[in-house]
T-cell receptor, first 115, second 112 residues
């Protein structure tokens, strides 16, 4: 079974631009979550999608958005990039449902650098 | 509300020595507990998880952890570390839903 695939692995953008990151979950996994990881704030939850619907959202500004497609693939978008958006963005998938303790499988992440 | 505290931000240890990485949690509901490892510029890899049953959980790469409900702890241990164990380790708690609460991480540095 292929793991969680995130593309691109590295990205450099200029302040004010927008960016789209992609995540392909493990086959059969319907829940996809996104996390932002920075040295100062650690791992912070962005949002979770299940069956093309955003079920939950973390405490991030509206510049951060996402979507999920019918094949469970997910994208997240950040508009009007700021220097503070530089981070490792991690996607994680699991089988889904409201009660599933078996844990996430994480992708390798996209390292976004805003200059 | 749930929270996770990893008491040590960095742990240096000599190769072949034992190591313990500490994790304490707080929750008003039943929890599931996880340890993940992150190598540089990589995602998080699941080491082990406690869901229910035996409080001693064995994971990959020779790691194990013990769930202690009275102490609200889930410490990670390895009897003999290798250079390749150098990485950052994250403890996480979940109530079984989408959201994990992660600790701030412990950097394990294995010295030759």
């Amino acid at each position: 079974k292929a793991g969680v695939t995130q593309t691109p692995r590295y990205l450099i953008k200029t302040r004010g631009q927008q960016v789209t990151l992609s995540c392909s979950p493990i086959s059969g996994h319907r829940s996809v979550s996104w996390y932002q990881q920075t040295p100062g704030q650690g791992l912070q939850f962005l949002f979770e999608y299940f069956s093309e619907t955003q079920r939950n959202k973390g405490n991030f500004p509206g510049r951060f958005s996402g979507r999920q497609f019918s094949n469970s693939r997910s994208e997240m978008n950040v508009s009007t990039l700021e220097l503070g958006d530089s981070a490792l963005y991690l996607c994680a998938s699991r089988e889904g449902g409201t009660e599933n303790p078996y844990g996430y499988t994480f992708g390798s992440g996209t390292r976004l650098t805003v200059v | 509300a749930q929270s996770v505290t990893q008491l040590d931000s960095q742990v240096p240890v000599f190769e072949e020595a034992p190591v313990e990485l500490r994790c304490n949690y707080s929750s008003s509901v039943s929890v599931y507990l996880f340890w993940y490892v992150q190598y540089p510029n990589q995602g998080l890899q699941l080491l082990l998880k406690y869901l229910s049953g035996s409080t001693l959980v064995k994971g990959i790469n020779g790691f194990e952890a013990e769930f202690n409900k009275s102490q609200t702890s889930f410490h990670l241990r390895k009897p003999s570390v290798h250079i390749s164990d150098t990485a950052e380790y994250f403890c996480a708690v979940s109530d079984g839903t989408y959201k994990y609460i992660f600790g701030t991480g412990t950097r394990l540095k294995v010295l030759a």
